[in-house]
Nanobody, 121 residues
Framework: QVQLVESGGGLVQAGGSLRLSCAAS????????IAWYRQAPRKQRDLVAR???????KYADAVKGRFTISRGDEQTIGFLQMMNLKPEDIAKYYC???????????????WGQGTQVTVSS
């Protein structure tokens, strides 16, 4: 059973930076795609950034130019570098990733439990 664990969240002043990490436990053959979502209180969970199997990135308009998604390896799957943070970035951030467990196998998607990001103005 694979578990994803996000880390790197915390409290930062407006204009500051944080780097979120998404780590996986278990034996993984390869990482197909990785995405970061966020959910603010009483709001829906929204896509922040995605890196697909072809290494094409997609960002929410609100974070373009400030956030960067990148891959890691089969253990630390990926990162979200967040710069120039704003109070409107306050949310719980979730990692979602597509994993393969053998060559040519199906891709299965998993969610982490989230890490809280708080920005003080």
């Amino acid at each position: 059973q694979v578990q994803l664990v996000e880390s790197g969240g915390g409290l930062v002043q407006a204009g500051g930076s944080l780097r979120l990490s998404c780590a996986a436990s278990g034996s993984i053959f390869s990482v197909n795609d990785i995405a970061w979502y966020r959910q603010a209180p009483r709001k829906q969970r929204d896509l922040v950034a995605r890196l697909n199997g072809a290494n094409t990135t997609k960002y929410a308009d609100a974070v373009k130019g400030r956030f960067t998604i990148s891959r890691g390896d089969e253990q630390t799957i990926g990162f979200l570098q967040m710069m120039n943070l704003k109070p409107e970035d306050i949310a719980k951030y979730y990692c979602n990733t597509g994993l393969r467990f053998r060559s040519g196998g199906l891709t299965y998607h998993y969610w982490g439990q989230g890490t809280q990001v708080t920005v003080s103005s």
